[in-house]
């Protein structure tokens, strides 16, 4: 499965963005059975999760992000979005798009922000947020 991002760019303080991740591949086990999530990493810090979603439509969201982001997927075009509105500063980072199949799903196990449940990993799409 390959994962590629988009939607990217630079914007002001309070704007929004929508970033997609389109899958190549045999990409049937992951929407239908497995998880997806999407992660950012900041010069010099961490990558951190911010939203993740499973093949039942579960959520998770950092506290962060929670009511400003919004995950989901599109399950007959294999796509994957993050909307993101009332965006900020601090979120300016590069965002990848991520996908995994162990059991049981992270997102009900509490761990679907962490990267370790994660298998397969975009090259990652650009935000940044100006003041």
């Known amino acids: 499965v390959q994962l590629v991002e988009s939607g990217g760019g630079s914007v002001q303080f309070g704007g929004s963005l929508r970033l997609s991740c389109a899958a190549f591949?045999?990409?049937?086990?992951?929407?239908?059975?497995?998880?997806m999530g999407w992660f950012r990493q900041a010069p010099g810090k961490e990558r951190e999760g911010v939203a993740c979603?499973?093949?039942?439509?579960?959520?998770s969201y950092a506290d962060s992000v929670k009511g400003r982001y919004t995950i989901s997927q599109d399950n007959a075009k294999n796509a994957l979005y993050l909307q993101m509105n009332s965006l900020k500063p601090e979120d300016t980072a590069m965002y990848y798009c991520?996908?995994?199949?162990?059991?049981?799903?992270?997102?009900?196990?509490?761990?679907?922000?962490?990267?370790?449940?994660?298998?397969?990993w975009g090259q990652g799409t650009q935000v940044t947020v100006s003041s």
């Open positions: 591949g045999y990409t049937y086990s992951i929407y239908y059975m497995g998880y």
């Open positions: 979603i499973d093949a039942d439509g579960r959520t």
């Open positions: 991520a996908a995994g199949l162990s059991r049981p799903s992270p997102v009900v196990g509490g761990n679907c922000l962490s990267t370790g449940p994660y298998t397969h």
